[in-house]
């Protein structure tokens, strides 16, 4: 934690942001959560493969096993129910959408589901009052209902993987070979270069943005969830993955976790939803 403080603190500084926001992220096959200086395992599976969580439902979802069913947890009363059909979970629009392998023209809110669609888009996110809406049109990423302003092309986009802050004033983008970007408009985007890049992004209103990013240090993978650093560096089956922050004026992504996956800002009060939820389902 000293090192996550550290790397916070410095970023506050430079941004007015709060010293020690809070997050989780997967580690080994389970969740965990970082909020004011505490670290918390809140699951102990060790086969979840993806999850997100709904600040404004209150909502968890993960999936595990490669089952392609998502379980979707209330964190305020902890009953649970199984939605079938779900190859991953992005927390957006207000709520947790399926992040399915075919594009489709509409989709259901994982944890209520409702229907949403917002045509022409196939793939699209939002913001919390679904009034921003981004989406993939024409191979490329827009912005509005129809599609009005283009904000990159095709080549730029991970079409899995993009996403839309909470009150829509942010939108982070990118691809494998190209640069993690963020952009406020009608401003231009602002990016950084990054090594392997992964899973959903998490961008706040701020613009601050957490994503699994490659950390140039060699794992061993036991599965694409399960890696751990191998003795030499240069060594392992791949690249590690970290849980990486950005904001438009760092000159590069800073590692809040050496080994992690799908990093997601949190407010403080899931964080102790999850927590609560936690002992009890434990």
């Known amino acids: 934690m000293r090192r996550i403080a550290a790397v916070l603190f410095v970023a506050g500084i430079c ?3 709060p010293k020690e926001p809070c997050f989780a992220f997967l580690l080994k096959g389970d969740i965990i959560a970082v909020c004011q200086g505490k670290t918390t395992q809140i699951t102990h599976r060790s086969n979840i493969e993806n999850f997100a969580v709904s600040d ?10 490669g089952e392609g069913t998502a379980t979707v947890v209330n964190l305020k009363t902890g009953t649970s129910q199984r939605v079938e059909g779900a190859d991953g979970v992005v927390s957006s629009c207000g709520g947790i959408l399926p992040i399915p392998v075919g594009a489709t023209a509409g989709t259901h809110d994982v944890v209520t589901g409702a229907a949403l669609t917002f045509a022409p888009y196939l793939r699209f996110r939002c913001s919390s009052d679904r009034k921003t809406v981004v989406g993939i049109a024409s191979r490329e990423l827009y912005q509005g209902v129809p599609p009005t302003t283009r904000i990159a ?5 991970d079409a899995l993987y993009f996403n839309v802050s909470p009150d829509g004033s942010q939108i982070g983008y990118f691809n494998s070979v190209r640069p993690l970007c963020v952009v406020s408009l009608p401003n231009t985007p602002r990016c950084v ?12 209103d701020s613009g601050e943005v957490l994503a699994a990013s490659g950390t140039g240090k060699g794992c061993v993978y036991k ?6 650093p ?6 392992g089956d791949d690249e590690c993955l970290g849980v990486g922050y950005w904001k438009p004026g760092l000159p590069a992504i800073v590692f809040l976790q050496d080994i ?9 009060g899931t964080a102790k939803l999850l927590a609560d939820w936690s002992r009890k389902a434990n």
């Open 193 to 204: 270069e990054h090594e392997t890049m992964s899973d959903p992004l998490s961008v706040n």
């Open 260 to 268: 992690g996956r799908n990093p997601q800002w949190l407010w403080p």
């Open 153 to 157: 092309a095709g080549a730029d986009v």
């Open 223 to 228: 599965t694409a969830y399960n890696f751990s």
């Open 15 to 17: 941004f007015a942001q």
């Open 56 to 65: 404004e439902l209150a909502s968890l979802a993960y999936i595990s096993g």
């Open 230 to 235: 191998a003795k030499a560096a240069d060594a």
